[in-house]
């Protein structure tokens, strides 16, 4: 078989078993959400991997600025990590590093490590006691929720080191959004996962895509409200919100937003790693 060819198949048998994983039961929804993301962004990486590799190298920096307000709610934009794909991470960086080059993968993977220790180095100099804790995807608060951060950390996401540090300091977990949205969600996924055929497969895939609008917008509905009601007059909150989402413009004007880190300059790498 020429090698071309041998190639070709071979990372259509990592593709096709890392579909398959979104079957398993094993498998958090959140990882699940993630897992699908990365899957629908591989395809059109190495068209977009030059640009990709210039804005990589703006997005560690560091865009807080701490104007005094009332109410004031940190905005973390969140950039997946291979930790996030638990025991899939090899197969995913293999597949990806054939995409875009292992060098560029490299820097992606060093990219999101360094854009996260900052956010880190962030919060470390701050007096968090008493802040209020929203997390994209996070559906359940006390012993649940920190169960679901323990589960986070425990694979080695940054995200939720974060989180784990915040609440170890004083901060506060609240659930952040509304569970049969998020399942909503899930259902899609498992519509895919199900597939028994790539026809179907693709198709379950576009009729998500095209549904993921309405549902974006009615989980930053739900996220924007809760913190409406749960961020007090006088206190400060952290919402960590995946880069798409669009809930400051949803919240009551007396709610000053930070930006720890630039979300136009995190969509934009998004779109050069995605082609969107």
């Known amino acids: ?80 990590m291979k930790a996030d794909m638990g025991s899939l991470a090899s197969a995913l960086e293999k597949v990806a590093a054939e995409e875009i080059g292992d060098e560029a993968w490299q820097k992606h993977e060093q990219a999101i490590s360094s854009f996260w220790d900052s956010i880190a180095d962030f919060f470390s100099a701050l007096d968090v006691k008493g802040f209020k804790i929203y997390q994209d995807g996070m559906v359940a608060e006390g012993p649940n929720g920190l169960r679901i951060v323990k589960e986070g950390i425990s694979r ?75 961020l007090g007059g006088g206190e400060t909150g952290v919402l960590f919100i995946g880069a798409y989402h669009d809930v400051t413009d949803r919240l009551p004007k007396d709610i000053q937003v930070v930006q720890v880190k630039d979300i136009s300059t995190v969509r934009e790498y998004y779109k050069a790693l995605t082609g969107k």
């Open 156 to 230: 080695g996401s940054k995200n939720f080191e974060i989180v784990g540090s915040l609440l170890e300091r004083g901060a506060i977990l609240v659930k952040t959004e509304d569970p049969l949205l998020v399942k909503r969600e899930y259902d899609y996924i498992a519509k895919i996962a199900h597939s028994t055929s790539q026809r179907e497969r693709e198709t379950w895939a576009l009729r998500y895509k095209l549904a993921q609008d309405k549902l974006l917008k009615q989980r930053d509905n739900f996220i924007a409200e809760t913190i409406r009601e749960t």
């Open 1 to 80: 078989m020429p090698r071309v060819r041998r190639h070709r198949k071979q990372r259509r048998c990592f593709l096709s078993s890392l579909w398959g994983a979104l079957d398993d039961d094993v498998l958090s929804l959140p990882r699940k959400m993630a897992l699908l993301e990365v899957l629908q962004v591989l395809p059109r990486m190495r068209s977009n991997r030059r640009k990709t590799n210039q804005i990589s190298e703006q997005i560690d920096g560091n865009g807080g600025q701490q104007d005094e307000t009332m109410r004031k709610l940190y905005l973390v934009p969140i950039l997946h």
